[in-house]
């Protein structure tokens, strides 16, 4: 499995998709209903060549992606998780524009697990991450859509005796000029029958109908409504188990013993039983085992587990960052630099564990039959989780169905390199023998307390200016724990001790700084941590635009124009100024939309910052207000992304929108603390989501470009945290470097 994490997003960002080639699209059935189903046809070999359905030569196969019913139901097929950011409906806008569908008749469905025909053609693999959803779909399904149009045009000129080329497409009726016109539905079993084009044109931006304009959200009318099995927890079978799992409250520990006998008695317990992660409660419904498994008697073995609190992790942080570290950056002589510089800026910044705190709590639905199981939940990595349920359970990969269903957020959560919440579905689906199926819950405080967090980290930061106020030095050292040793993708992300994830956006920082030093520390610590919503980027951005404000300010220099000259001053690395032309763009966009004309602006305060993520570049300028109490309150934030073509640009600010929102929380109000190594926070009274009232009102511009789309989902979210530290810099002089803000009395 580890081959096909080569290609891991975030990793090579850079990267384009590997496209499929216009002539592999092929027709396939759309089965005993009638119709047509267009597939992508791409070359297998070996034994994934006997395991493909639908191979209709050696060593080839359809991946379906589009389907027509004789009803003029346009079905377009997602090979993505849809998290709540749209991808959904943006893989459909691709297929309806090239199709010339009408948007009332696109519906969207998931697809079936499949690494084969629907891998991310960035991870070679199929997932969901890395904001690559419509980055690396982008032309495979406007092609799938091309070709389709393609056929209806090509049975509709045979059964008219006309030539194809006077058919014209609008708006899901396929007519010619003379007067004979037809629907999708009436010429798709016709079209079946049609030979596959060999090739098929793409429409040039020109000819664009809904892409980077308007496309309905095709999820909205289900989730409105709360339609069933719209979601994980929607899930019902017949003779359905609930199982709720007590885990062990330290990292580390395991069950010495425990008394079940109260639980037992609850009305509705079926069960309780052990299982290598812990105390299982199976029950016939949710709240009996609940209730249950409030019941319990556990004693806990602790010996091997992690008991350190965050106080004392904080403090030996602190002392790393004082030592020289493992170098993942090294340009000219910083050391020289910042001995020679006429003023040195220093700044450490500390950051917490965060929680992914997403509304639909984890939940799996499975049903093991002996050699074959079926599960039902938001699949992020379905190629992952079908292997690791496969490997639990004893059966081939190819036994595992996995039914996708929509997801209330995830922000990382989903996907663990360990399939976490798949491991534990299938032990209980073994240890319970019997071929019935169970929904596994975790409750709000399973999830808080016995979860994956976003590292913490300490990073301190020295930076040199000469004489005339030009930045000359950087020294950037990192402390935190690495999300990827340990795990099956450590041999593609670390490198010489490296955490890629560690230090993006601190490596591939582009500000031009002849002397720059990079070092990181990845302490070894037995909290399990992930990737959370931009991953190393959430503290990445943070101390470096922070840091770049406060360097201005030592410079006697406007933020946005200091900003500008380090944008504007060639690097000598072709990719360093292709990146900073477009963060001047962002930068100068958002200025324009704040009406910047310095940090102060009436008897409120603001504060910028620029970043690059995923490949998008984001600026934003916060504006808070100073309470009585000394507290702040962001009361606006401008944002500007160059996101390259932007399919769907409502969605685009949605999700700039959502990620301001998401980020906020956490710089205001989000941290998770241990004390002796269990988490002191359970539910969202104790790890606070931003709330309405403090929701500032957002104004988004999405900028034009011909550039191929890149990510939205992530990258709203870095750059908010510096732009409202930057402004309370701009009002009390001092940079907030310990978060969250609530934690220092400033939010």
């Known amino acids: 499995m580890l081959h096909m994490m080569k290609r891991f997003a975030h990793m090579a960002p850079a990267a384009q998709p590997a496209r499929p080639s216009r002539r592999s699209f092929l027709k396939m059935s759309a089965g005993a209903a009638g119709g047509l189903m267009i597939g992508l046809k791409l070359p297998v070999t070996g034994a994934g060549a ?12 359809f991946t379906p992606f589009v389907r027509i019913a004789p009803d003029g139901i346009v079905t377009v097929l997602n090979k993505h998780l849809d998290m709540g950011q749209g991808n959904a409906t943006g893989l459909a806008t691709l297929v309806a524009d090239e199709l010339d569908a009408a948007a009332e008749q696109v519906r969207a469905e998931f697809a079936p697990a499949d690494a084969e025909k629907y891998k991310n053609l960035f991870f070679g693999m199929q997932g969901t991450g890395g904001s690559t959803a419509i980055a690396n779909s ?43 016109s037809a629907t999708f539905g009436e010429l798709a079993d016709a079209a079946a029958r049609m030979d596959v084009p060999s090739e098929v044109t793409l429409k040039t931006p020109d000819q664009w109908v809904y892409i980077g304009k308007e496309f309905p959200r095709l999820d909205v009318p289900n989730k409105t409504v709360g339609a069933p099995g719209t979601y994980g927890m929607d899930i019902q079978r017949d003779d359905m188990l609930v199982a709720v799992l007590t885990r062990p409250l330290a990292f580390g520990g395991k069950v010495k013993s425990f008394d079940a006998s109260e639980a037992r008695k609850v009305k509705g317990v079926v069960d309780v039983i052990e299982v290598p992660q812990g ?18 008697e556990i004693e806990w073995d602790d010996t091997a587990a992690e008991t350190r609190s965050t106080d004392a992790l904080f403090a030996e942080y602190r002392a790393l960052a004082e030592e020289d570290g493992p170098v993942f950056r090294a340009d000219g002589d910083a050391a020289a630099a910042l001995e020679g510089a006429a003023t040195v800026v220093e700044q450490t910044f500390e950051f917490p564990y965060l929680a992914h705190g997403m509304m639909e709590p984890m939940v799996v639905t499975i049903h093991w039959e002996g050699e074959r199981a079926t599960l039902w939940y938001p699949a992020q990595f379905q190629t992952v989780d079908q292997a690791t349920a496969a490997a639990v359970l004893g059966i081939p990969p190819q036994n595992v169905t996995i039914n996708t269903l929509y997801a209330g957020g995830s922000f990382g959560r989903r996907t663990s390199p360990d399939a976490q919440h798949i491991v534990e579905a299938a032990s209980i689906a073994k240890a319970w023998g019997k071929a019935q199926p169970i929904k596994l819950v975790y409750t709000r405080e399973d999830d808080t307390r016995s979860g994956y967090y976003r590292p913490m980290g300490v990073h301190k930061i020295r930076a040199g200016l000469d ?20 795990t099956m993708m450590e041999d593609f992300v670390v490198h010489d001790g490296i955490d890629e994830t560690s230090v993006e956006g601190v490596k591939d920082a582009s500000y031009p700084v002849a002397n720059f030093r990079g070092e990181l520390h990845s302490p070894k610590v037995g909290v399990p941590v992930l990737w959370w919503r931009a991953v190393g980027h959430t503290h990445t951005a943070y101390a470096m635009e922070a840091m770049i404000d406060k360097v201005a300010a030592a410079a006697g220099a406007d933020p946005v124009a200091f900003r500008r000259s380090l944008l504007t001053t060639p690097t000598g690395d072709d990719q360093k100024d292709a990146d900073n032309a477009r963060k001047l763009a962002v930068l100068d966009k958002v200025a324009e939309m704040a009406g910047w004309s310095g940090p102060r602006a009436g008897a409120r305060f603001r504060g910028v910052a620029v970043h690059k993520s995923f490949n998008s570049y984001v600026a934003e300028i916060a504006e808070v207000s100073r309470r009585d109490d000394g507290t702040f309150k962001v009361e606006k934030v401008w944002c500007a992304v160059d996101c390259g073509i932007a399919v769907n640009p409502d969605n685009v600010k949605a999700q700039m929108e959502g990620g301001i929102g998401y980020g906020l929380g956490a710089v205001l109000f989000d941290e998770i603390t241990l004390s002796e190594g269990r988490v002191d926070q359970l539910n969202f009274d104790t790890y606070r989501s931003l709330t309405m009232e403090d929701m500032p009102e957002i104004e988004v511009s999405v900028l034009a470009s011909e550039a191929a789309p890149t990510g939205a989902g992530e990258p709203g979210t870095p750059p908010i945290g510096p732009a409202v530290a930057n402004a309370i810099r701009a009002a009390t002089g001092e940079v907030p470097g310990v978060l969250p803000l609530a934690k220092s009395g400033l939010a």
């Open 50 to 61: 006997a395991e493909t359905g639908g191979a209709t030569e050696a060593g080839e196969m």
């Open 467 to 486: 004489g005339e106020g030009k930045l000359v030095a950087w020294h950037h050292r990192i402390v935190t724990q690495s999300i990827m040793s340990g």
């Open 279 to 296: 105390i299982a409660v199976l029950a016939t419904s949710t709240w009996p085992a609940i209730k249950a498994q409030g019941l319990l």
């Open 138 to 180: 982008f032309e495979q399904y406007r092609t799938a859509g091309a070709t389709a149009r393609a056929m209806l045009v090509a049975a509709a000129a045979e059964r008219w005796g006309v030539p194809a080329s006077e058919i014209s497409v609008t708006a899901g009726t396929v007519s010619h000029p003379s007067g004979p």
